[in-house]
């Protein structure tokens, strides 16, 4: 592990800021904050726990400036964070037994579809839509789903949040970012307990991760409640476009 200095913690936070308030937004933070770990020569293991840890103060910030709002109502929800938090640990404890290549080498695929679908059905989530399922079996599918795959693997969580509320429960974008978060806030912390416990999480650059996302989802949040749909699905197209790039130059094209 090598030594970080006050230039690493400042660029830890600005990543941070940055990353948070593109996250409260339409997800992909983690495209900003993993690298930034990695930069410093942080060893992976360590990078991805720390990374846990600032990310959650990201989504605790945002969920709460999202419910204060209106934009979601936790109690509805609880349901929703427990499968998710649920499905998480499950995903943490089968990483350490599962090889995850297969996934790894899929999700470029499924959420290059999501962007397609998104891109020739420009009027999706514009408006709250009647929902296609009841809402107790959609937080118990889809939260021991992807509340697994986060803890499992991770990459694109928050797009695959997005379209299911969007699609499925029939919610607007930002309707659909702010349920999002709450869900990424619990698999965060069911993740992170299992990073910790195996000594990979680093406190203080994580620390200095989380206080740029603490702020900077208040920052995102503000944007997505003030400016509408129309501003956030751009965005939320464009986070998913470079996680699919990433995930296939890493996958597929890496020598």
Request: some cysteine.
């Amino acid at each position: 592990m090598p030594e970080l200095h006050a230039t690493h913690y400042l660029m830890l936070f600005l990543a941070g800021l940055v990353a948070g308030t593109v996250d409260a937004i339409a997800g992909g933070g983690g495209l900003i904050t993993l690298p930034a770990l990695l930069s410093t020569g942080m060893p992976v293991p360590l990078a991805l726990g720390s990374n846990k840890l600032g990310s959650l103060f990201g989504t605790a910030s945002a969920t709460w400036s999202f419910a204060r709002q209106g934009a979601v109502d936790l109690r509805e929800c609880a349901a929703g964070l427990a499968w998710t938090a649920a499905g998480a640990a499950a995903g943490a404890f089968a990483v350490r037994r599962i090889d995850p290549d297969f996934l790894a080498r899929a999700i470029p695929w499924l959420l290059a579809a999501i962007v397609a679908y998104m891109v020739f059905r420009p009027q999706l989530g514009e408006t709250d839509r009647h929902h296609r399922m009841e809402r107790g079996g959609f937080h118990a599918l889809f939260g021991l789903a992807l509340g697994f795959y986060d803890g499992f693997f991770g990459p694109g969580v928050g797009s695959f949040w997005t379209i299911a509320f969007v699609t499925v429960l029939g919610h607007n974008f930002v309707k659909a970012a702010a349920h999002t978060k709450a869900m990424n806030l619990a698999s965060n912390a069911a993740a992170l307990a299992f990073f910790a416990a195996a000594g990979a999480v680093l406190p203080l650059p994580g620390l200095a991760l989380g206080a740029g996302q603490l702020i900077g989802a208040r920052i995102g949040a503000h944007l997505a409640l003030t400016r509408g749909a129309r501003f956030v699905r751009p965005i939320f197209l464009v986070m998913a476009s470079l996680t699919v790039a990433k995930l296939a130059h890493q996958h597929y094209f890496r020598p």
